[in-house]
T-cell receptor
Framework: TQLLEQSPQFLSIQEGENLTVYCNSS?????LQWYRQEPGEGPVLLVTVVTGGEVKKLKRLTFQFGDARKDSSLHITAAQPGDTGLYLC?????????FGKGTLLTVNP | SAVISQKPSRDICQRGTSLTIQCQVDSQVTMMFWYRQQPGQSLTLIATANQGSEATYESGFVIDKFPISRPNLTFSTLTVSNMSPEDSSIYLC?????????FGPGTRLTVL
């Protein structure tokens, strides 16, 4: 069974602060995806990384895939209240996704 | 991308009854997935539904409890049978894209 450990589980910060969320596994995935979920809605894809060592930037969000394709991180710069939500990492293998437990981020104004 | 709708959006049901959740996609897709998200938890895959074949269930989920239909390439249903309070969850359907999945808004089920 492939497992993804995501940390921290909860994070409450002030507007303007930086944060990093981690996603680790003992398994190799063909892709690593990050989703954001708001209450009452399904997860929405933020980014997919497929190459070991890959770094992708999406405005204030920076995503990194580990060299061995077993871990990933999400870094948010100058967090805003609109960044509040549940952040989920998901490892892709064949056609299936394995989700981490999620990080519930609250950004206080 | 794909636009996915689910019905109902939420329901409150009595234990021992069954509820069928519908998932409609705005384009033809090969694979559809059903997930469960228990309160405060992440997503757990229940089964994969392909048109024209039996659904493939993940460990811990069985067809008698969660029968699935996939009559065509744009529609699927998931039934939660003989419900108990432990079945209270959000149920989500998704479809496969290229290196991503698109999710419906979910059905919030409460079993009393």
């Amino acid at each position: 069974t492939q497992l993804l450990e995501q940390s921290p589980q909860f994070l409450s910060i002030q507007e303007g602060e930086n944060l990093t969320v981690y996603c680790n596994s003992s398994s190799v995935f063909s892709s690593l995806q990050w989703y954001r979920q708001e209450p009452g809605e399904g997860p929405v894809l933020l980014v997919t990384v497929v190459t070991g060592g890959e770094v992708k930037k999406l405005k204030r969000l920076t995503f990194q895939f580990g060299d061995a394709r077993k871990d990933s991180s999400l870094h948010i710069t100058a967090a805003q209240p609109g960044d509040t939500g549940l952040y989920l990492c998901a490892g892709g293998s064949n056609y299936k996704l394995t989700f981490g437990k999620g990080t519930l981020l609250t950004v206080n104004p | 991308s794909a636009v996915i709708s689910q019905k109902p959006s939420r329901d409150i049901c009595q234990r021992g009854t069954s509820l069928t959740i519908q998932c409609q996609v705005d384009s033809q897709v090969t694979m559809m997935f059903w997930y469960r998200q228990q309160p405060g938890q992440s997503l757990t895959l229940i089964a994969t539904a392909n048109q024209g074949s039996e659904a493939t269930y993940e460990s811990g989920f069985v067809i008698d409890k969660f029968p699935i239909s996939r009559p065509n390439l744009t529609f699927s249903t998931l039934t939660v049978s003989n419900m108990s309070p432990e079945d209270s969850s959000i149920y989500l359907c998704s479809v496969d894209g290229i290196n991503e999945q698109f999710f419906g808004p979910g059905t919030r089920l409460t079993v009393l």
